[in-house]
């Protein structure tokens, strides 16, 4: 089956009565609210443990939302968490519990594993969902499989469809191989390109936490340079370059061409999914086809130096020069999977539609801002344009 077949299966047939039989029966879990050090510790050996689930990550992010790190327990024994943030809708109508990413498996490989996940979603029922004025919003991570099984149980279980990302494909490269079969695997143009990059006498480093000062240089100056308006979450890289667990601080890479640091970039690494979190560039990169150059060993130093399976190249936002560089890069061996839409559940019906509600006007200011960013200057809208290509290709 085609990717791009894969994609419709998995956004099309998650209502479909074959996915609701598959529905697996869920395990008694005992909850555990800890605070966010403990959390933070706790999470950095599970396999499906990601940056959005990080406390240090959300405070900093939602700093005026209530964050709730609730670990789930099978026999006294830790098998997953999920961290909850909690927030008021004004006028203290209702509230909305939200989960991006989760909830989190410590182990994927485990015979109860299935079991494990609908248990934690029980649990989250009972907790967030079951009151009367508040709704629980719950935001699984993009599957490796053709078929989102973890959104699938939400639908099952009685979650409502909520709100969907405007380009939810998510490109993700397969880290099991070796140098040979990994080259192979690329798309024959983006291997050409990288064939180019190793002659023009590029120097890849892995640097250490304390030079995040020169990645903040370029990255300053490249959304100056490109007059990029700049929304994502780079607020939160001091904190999570200070992290005191070595596992869940992102590492550091830098390509040099003589002597001059050209690209740069910031990677998450921990669980069975290291995910690319920013990147960043001056103008020399583009010809010297850095970004081919710096993801190339990017992808042998997470192979050779962590446990994770898969690499996480994020989405594109619609840019279609994103689309093929990335493309390329998951080429034969790797996905092409969407972010699900998020799934909502409230046992209250009023709960149900003040939080629905409270989404779609998100979503509209969300629609609305883009716009106006777009009439206010047409020359920045193509620069975040070029951005989003330039900060991976180039």
Known sequence: MSLIADRLVQVDDFDSPALRATD????????????????????????????EQMHAFAVTRWPSVKQEPMLFLLDDEIVGGALIMVQSLPLGLARIAVSKWAPMRKDVSRPDADAIHAGMIEAMIAAYGSSPRQMLSVLPRASIDPVNGEYARL????????????????????????????RKSFHQTWRRQ???????????????????????????????????????????????????????????????????????ALIFK????????????????LPLRAGYFMHWHIIRWLRDNTNATWYDLGGTDGFQGLHQFKK?????????????PVANYADHPLALLLGTGAFAARDMFYALRRTINGWRNPKTRANQVRHGADEAAE
Not at 25 to 49: K, N, Y
Not at 165 to 181: E, H, M, Q, S
Not at 220 to 225: P, W
Not at 328 to 337: K, T
């Open 270 to 285: 921990a669980g069975d999914r290291a995910v690319y979190l920013y990147g960043a560039t001056n103008d020399k990169a």
């Open 328 to 340: 390329g890069m998951v080429g034969d061996a790797g996905v092409i999977r969407p972010v699900p």
């Open 24 to 51: 697996t029966a869920a395990v008694r879990l005992q909850t555990r609210i800890v605070d966010g050090a403990e959390w933070d510790r706790t999470i950095a050996t599970f396999d499906e443990v990601c940056q």
């Open 155 to 182: 639908v099952a279980r009685g979650f409502r469809r909520g709100s969907e990302l405007g380009f939810p494909d998510r490109y993700i490269v397969n880290l099991r191989l070796d140098d040979a079969a990994q």
């Open 194 to 264: 990288l064939n180019k990059a190793e002659k023009a006498g590029l120097v890849f480093e892995h640097a250490g936490a304390e030079r995040i000062a020169e990645f903040d240089d370029l990255y300053v100056a490249m959304t100056d340079r490109k007059q990029f308006t700049d929304h994502s979450a780079y607020e939160t890289v001091p904190a999570l370059m200070a992290i005191d667990v070595p596992a869940l601080r992102p590492e550091l890479f830098f390509v040099r061409h003589e002597g001059e640091v050209v690209a740069g």
